[in-house]
């Protein structure tokens, strides 16, 4: 599947849309069975019009796999210490807003992970977001958290990440390859980072979980991958993962356990 024949870059002039609070769309995504809804109603309070999407389920091995299977993507591995089913699963959850993003070419999108609480100030954070963009109009991305709770793209920049995404495959977590420019071979400009104000009182939100905290429905929580699970993946997703060595695993961990 071909995301960007199926969804083909406007022209730029179409494409230019005031970037503003009222303009951006709020997406997240949920789990289906199970998920929290206090947080997403927080969010639709303080900024209306958000659009929920289906979460992938790292707890379920079997649709985390048919989620990277439909993606078509290319599985090389993830972070270091960052081997978790869990990962993978938010990897393609962010992907699934992204293409969402297109789809539906939306000029603006702000993607919230599903566990903050939103500020009444938060719109104004939006605002800064944009004064951003404004001033940076090349770049993709801009990081409105600490790692990539808030991601705020533009319709451009989003059809550029997901081509990126489609040539070089899933190589780190989410947070890493999207914002990491050296890790799909970026420019260094193509992610600017909007910083959170020191004092705590004036920041836009807060997380409703510690970020990896050991609590019921977590990333932390989810099985960890074994070399074999990762090489499987590979050999499901990468054709030429056949002909190489320990099938692209570290040949030290042929013996291991993970």
């Known amino acids: 599947r071909d995301l960007l024949k199926k969804w083909p870059v406007m022209p730029h002039a179409r494409l230019r849309q005031n970037c503003d609070r009222n303009s951006i769309v709020p997406v997240t995504a949920v789990l289906?069975?199970?998920?929290?809804?206090?947080?997403?109603e927080n969010y639709s309070r303080v900024i209306p019009g958000l659009k929920v999407l289906p979460a992938v389920n790292g707890y379920n091995h079997t649709e985390t796999i048919e989620a990277l299977?439909?993606?078509t993507l290319q599985f090389h591995g993830l972070s270091n210490g960052g081997k978790k089913w869990g990962k993978l699963a938010t990897f393609l959850t962010k992907y699934r807003m992204l293409e969402y993003q297109v789809k539906h070419q939306i000029g603006f999108q702000v993607t919230l992970e599903d566990d903050l609480i939103l500020h009444e100030s938060f719109a104004s954070w939006l605002d800064r977001?944009?004064?951003?963009?404004?001033?940076?109009?090349?770049?993709?991305?801009?990081?409105?958290?600490?790692?990539?709770?808030?991601?705020?793209?533009?319709?451009?920049?989003?059809?550029?990440?997901i081509q990126?995404?489609?040539?070089?495959?899933?190589?780190?977590?989410?947070?890493?390859?999207?914002?990491?420019?050296?890790v799909m071979g970026r420019k260094q400009r193509d992610t600017l980072k909007l910083p959170m104000p020191a004092n705590a009182m004036e920041r836009p939100y807060i997380l409703g979980r510690l970020t990896n905290a050991p609590h019921k429905g977590s990333i932390f929580m989810t099985p960890k991958m074994t070399w074999a699970?990762?090489?499987?993946?590979?050999?499901?997703?990468v054709p030429e993962a056949r002909s190489l060595p320990s099938f692209g695993n570290p040949k030290r961990f042929d013996l291991a356990l993970w």
């Open 229 to 237: 699970e990762v090489a499987l993946l590979r050999l499901l997703t």
């Open 164 to 182: 990126l995404i489609r040539q070089y495959g899933i190589r780190k977590n989410d947070d890493q390859q999207l914002i990491d420019p050296h």
């Open 69 to 71: 299977l439909d993606s």
């Open 129 to 161: 977001g944009c004064t951003l963009f404004e001033r940076n109009p090349g770049i993709s991305l801009i990081q409105l958290s600490q790692y990539a709770e808030v991601l705020l793209t533009s319709l451009r920049g989003a059809q550029h990440l």
């Open 32 to 40: 289906t069975h199970g998920g929290d809804v206090r947080f997403w």
